[in-house]
């Protein structure tokens, strides 16, 4: 395993005990009806944000025309009889 993957692997596992502390903790302090709406809005706001980016994309050429490729000559070897 790489170092990379291996950081990656533990950040992501703090990640989620910090998720899931912050759910467990922030459920105690604000209720259960507070805790659904934050994450619907926490949710949503991911949605939107994954909708609106856009890939990036090379500009295309303006109104140039391709240049044609010449035409090649090609040589066909026959059968010998």
């Not at 070897?77 to 009889?81: A, F, L, Q, T």
């Given at each position: 395993m790489s170092r990379t993957t291996f950081r990656n692997t533990v950040l992501g596992i703090?990640?989620?005990a910090a998720a899931l502390a912050l759910g467990y903790f922030g459920v105690q302090q604000l209720g259960r009806?507070?805790?659904f709406t934050i994450a619907a809005v926490v949710g949503g706001a991911g949605a939107i944000s994954?909708?609106?980016q856009k890939p990036s994309q090379p500009e295309a050429?303006?109104?140039q025309p391709e240049p044609q490729p010449t035409p090649m000559k090609t040589q066909r070897?026959?059968?010998?009889?």
């Open positions: 703090g990640a989620t009806n507070n805790m994954y909708v609106l050429p303006s109104n070897k026959g059968k010998k009889s």
